[in-house]
Structure formats: structure tokens, C-alpha cells
């Protein structure tokens, strides 16, 4: 997709922006996230659109999306955009509930005063789950 601005940033100005290497977003244009469009001398010119994927693409990945689910979420004609992204959503369900739990076990740890927090009955309750695989 190319901006539908005039291209004003140059592929070091705006990898210095979001403090990327410059050969993430190259990557990023090889893989089909970004399009870029080039100057007369064909050097790659990032306009405001341009910037916007980027931001979406650091977000996404921050949250966990592969590069592949980022690119059926930017492509306005993914069939299985939807699916994708319910996927997304439920591992971002799981994750969430993974922390909130993790969070407990730390918040119980910070007040316990067992000497080895192993061996205190509260705190294995909140490994349970995962023993009971075992």
C-alpha cells in the first residue's frame, strides 16, 4: 500500500524513530507489511500512512502477533481476517489469565513468611494446575 501522503521520511529517519534497525523495516517491506514508495534515485520514502502500519506492526508484535497474523490483519481482503484475529484474542485471554495468576502467586510471595515459599500450602495452590499435568 503506498501512502496516500507524500512520502517525507527516509528509511533511517523513521527507523530512528521508533528505535528499529533499519533492516526491520526492509524485513517488513520484504514480507509485505510496509510499501514504501521510492524517490527518483530509489530510495525508500516513508509518508504518514506508512508510519501508521509501522506503529500497528510494533503494537501487534508487542501483544504477541506473528508477522503472519499482522499481515492477515492489515490486508483489507483476508478472507480469514476474522478468524485470525478470534484466535488472537482467545491466546490473548489465556495470557492474560497466565498473568493475573502469576501476579497472585508474587503478591502472596511478597507477604508470606514461609523461609522456603515452596513448602507454603497457599503458594502451591497456585501452581496446581500445572502439577496436575504431572
Known amino acids: ?5 507524500s512520502p517525507r ?3 533511517g ?3 530512528a524513530r521508533f528505535d528499529l534497525p533499519t533492516n526491520v523495516l526492509r524485513h517488513w517491506e520484504t514480507v509485505g507489511l510496509l ?3 521510492r524517490d527518483a534515485a ?6 504518514e500512512d506508512d508510519v501508521v502500519r509501522i506503529a500497528v506492526i510494533q503494537r501487534s508484535k508487542a501483544a504477541g502477533m506473528s508477522l503472519e497474523q ?3 490483519l492489515l490486508d483489507d481482503g483476508s478472507a480469514g481476517r476474522h478468524q485470525v484475529l478470534q484466535e488472537h484474542l482467545d491466546d490473548l485471554d489465556r495470557r492474560m489469565e497466565e ?5 497472585e502467586m508474587t503478591e502472596h510471595a511478597m507477604r508470606c513468611s514461609a523461609h522456603d515459599i515452596s513448602m507454603c500450602p497457599r503458594f502451591r495452590a497456585g501452581v496446581a494446575d500445572v502439577l496436575a499435568r504431572f
Open 99 to 103: 498473568m493475573r495468576r502469576s501476579k
Open 42 to 47: 530509489g530510495r525508500r520514502r516513508y509518508g
Open 9 to 11: 521520511w527516509a528509511v
Open 1 to 5: 500500500m503506498k501512502s496516500s501522503h
Open 13 to 15: 529517519d523513521v527507523a
Open 70 to 72: 499482522i499481515g492477515v
Open 35 to 37: 510499501r514504501p514508495a
